[in-house]
């Protein structure tokens, strides 16, 4: 599970929260059904014109689930990993990969690839196929989450305009401005805080693991093809090496020389 994002959330929520403990703790007055309707109603029907359909309900359940759980692999743990099945191969051949038990579902896919002795083509297509395939998910999720906070402070303000013109409608009667003025101005609260606090961090956190998935599994294809070559393990390392920044190269080749 990934920690910040429940922490973020959570914080979060809890300053909101705190702020109206504060102010006296009425939390019945920060409610209001017609502010929740124009918000949540209005941007997710934006949402719903800007992508199709089959979008929406792949994309949003799909986010959610990978900016809660996706597993963060390091690419150093992925170099020293390929590495060591780079060794048996050398040593053992490629039937010895069956024997192997590989943390990572997509290095394990490439390894079995090699086991039961496919073609380098057909690897490499295969692979590249999925990566793609999986980070176009993640993308499309982004995007999703990313239309519903550019959407939900601007229908705040829908229902901030809307509620004003109510207030002002009924200056004749005092008893119904204040009602008006909080419908008006909780739903400029509702849209900033559901694009700042969740859509919005949420797409910003998928698009930092799709850049992530993008290098972890294009390195794994990398070595995963080299390995099919029966490369030497050393020569695999350095290879592979390449995808680290440099303060991390030096780490990972010490225990090699």
Not at 211 to 226: A, C, H, K, T, W
Request: glycine letters at 8%.
């Amino acid at each position: 599970m990934d920690l910040a994002t429940a922490l973020g959330l959570l914080s979060g929520l809890g300053v909101v929260v705190g702020l109206i403990m504060l102010d006296g703790g009425h939390f019945g007055a920060y409610a209001s059904e017609h502010a929740a309707v124009v918000v949540f109603g209005g941007a997710t029907a934006a949402t719903m014109i800007r992508f199709p359909f089959s979008v929406i309900v792949h994309g949003l359940p799909m986010g959610l689930r990978f900016a809660f759980m996706m597993r963060s692999v390091k690419p150093q743990e992925l170099i020293e990993e390929i590495t060591k099945l780079a060794e048996v191969v050398r040593k053992s051949g490629p039937m010895a990969l069956e024997n192997m038990e590989i943390s990572d579902p997509f290095l394990a896919q490439g390894a079995r690839y090699i086991a039961d002795g496919y073609d380098r083509d057909f690897i490499r297509d295969t692979m590249e196929r999925d990566r793609d395939n999986f980070l176009m998910h993640l993308d499309e999720g982004s995007k999703v989450y990313r239309a519903y906070g550019d959407c939900a402070p601007a229908w705040g303000m829908i229902g901030t305009i809307l509620g004003m013109v109510a207030m002002f409608a009924n200056m004749s009667d005092p008893s119904k401005l204040g009602p008006a003025m909080a419908t008006a101005l909780l739903a400029t609260l509702y849209g900033a805080v559901i694009a700042n606090l969740i859509a919005l961090p949420l797409a910003d956190k998928l698009h930092v693991k799709l850049e992530e998935e993008d290098v972890s599994r294009s390195l794994i294809i990398d070595g995963i093809l080299m390995i099919r070559d029966q490369k030497s393990p050393m020569l695999v390392r350095e290879m592979l090496v390449a995808y680290l920044p440099h303060n991390h190269r030096e780490a990972l080749m010490e225990p090699a020389t």
